[in-house]
């Protein structure tokens, strides 16, 4: 069986690899639009108001799953281009660890820093204590 990335032409690959991508994005931002009318719908605008604060944490944090998981898949496939299954294996367990380390440290920032960062990021108390409540 021959690996098809190293042989299939480029624009061939770009177009099936990109599709999927393209339709995960479009999904994504569905379920965002979607999740909005319902929270307005069922809690009102301070609903609105609060998830859309909590949103920028929320893509920080994907931000640095992203940059580990890229990274990682990088340094995956140059491994097993060079047919080094044991740096290859040793690459992907310290990727774990390092999502699983900022994990942790994301959970007890919020934890320990949740009052201070609603100050900083909401002005009306009503919106603070609805997202005290999450």
Sequence with gaps: ??????????????????IPCIFSLII??????VDQIFIGQSVGPIGNTATNIVFPITVIAMAFSLMIGDGAAAFLSLSLGRKDTKNASKGIASSIVAISVISIIFVIIGFLCKDLLLKLLVLQRQVINILMII
């Design 1 to 18: 069986m021959e690996n098809e990335l190293g042989t299939e032409k480029i624009g061939k690959l770009i177009r099936k690899f990109a």
């Design 28 to 33: 994504s931002a569905l379920y965002n639009i």
